[in-house]
């Protein structure tokens, strides 16, 4: 940053200011809360994260000094609005891969593709999906990905030369069941937090702040656990 974009000492103050009247604020919207999920504390609280998240900000940059409070991260839904007792539900899944050993990508689709009755036998021919499997990426994900479900992917993927990211599964409340083709052009438009009724995550940041070890719990019995801490952490609106 150059000096003539260095921040002030007044702006700095300025920011300091804000904090403090974020923090009265968000303690009026807990004292006078309605209920659980009360929108004015939600609201406050997110006022406060980022007033206190710009005056770190500044603080640094004009006297290389940093706060010693941590901003969550805003991962919460907000209050649950959907009905009282869904009639259909939709449930929306993300998994995250990173492809961190392509050559057995290539072969695992490769020998997909060879066992096709309808594969082109002549695997050099252009257009034939057997010729090209074996050394396209783009190529060799689409056909393991249409051979296989989603959640034996998820199981195998280390045969697939694929390395889980993050995971996520909203189960979220529906008006009534979709009509077949309903929504297949646009599939995740309608996605709206209000309507989750509960989700369930899985995220390498859960393991890095929980030793098993200190729980005296082996790693089956971890990871067991583990995943139900996840899956229980965030419930709207219940």
């Not at 929306?92 to 072969?107: C, G, K, N, S, T």
Request: hydrophobic share 40%; with cysteine; aromatic share 8%.
């Amino acid at each position: 940053m150059s000096d003539a974009a260095q921040p002030s000492a007044a702006e700095v103050r300025a920011a300091a200011e804000a904090v403090k009247a974020a923090l009265d604020r968000h303690l009026d919207a807990v004292e006078r809360r309605s209920g659980e999920d009360d929108p004015a504390v939600y609201a406050a609280f997110n006022e406060l994260a980022a007033t206190a998240e710009a005056y770190d900000e500044l603080l640094y940059d004009v006297y290389d000094e940093v706060t010693p409070f941590e901003i969550p991260g805003d991962d919460t839904l907000p209050a649950y609005a959907g009905p009282e007792e869904p009639s259909a539900l939709s449930v929306l899944i993300r998994r995250d891969y990173a492809v961190v050993e392509p050559p057995r990508l290539l072969a695992q689709a490769q020998r997909v593709a060879d066992l096709d009755p309808d594969a082109d036998p002549d695997t050099g021919a252009p257009g034939s999906t057997a010729g090209v499997v074996g050394s396209s990426v783009h190529a060799a994900l689409g056909v393991l990905f249409g051979e296989y479900e989603p959640d034996e992917i998820a199981s195998r993927h280390k045969e697939f030369g694929l390395e889980e990211g993050d995971s996520t599964l909203w189960v979220a409340a529906a008006d009534r069941p979709a009509e077949p083709g309903d929504w297949l052009a646009a599939p995740f438009d309608q996605a709206d937090p209000q309507r989750v009724i509960c989700r369930f995550d899985v995220s390498a940041v859960f393991d890095e702040e929980t030793d098993p070890d200190e729980d005296g719990l082996d790693d089956d019995t971890f990871d067991e656990e583990d995943g139900a801490v996840r899956g229980g952490g965030s419930t709207p609106g219940r």
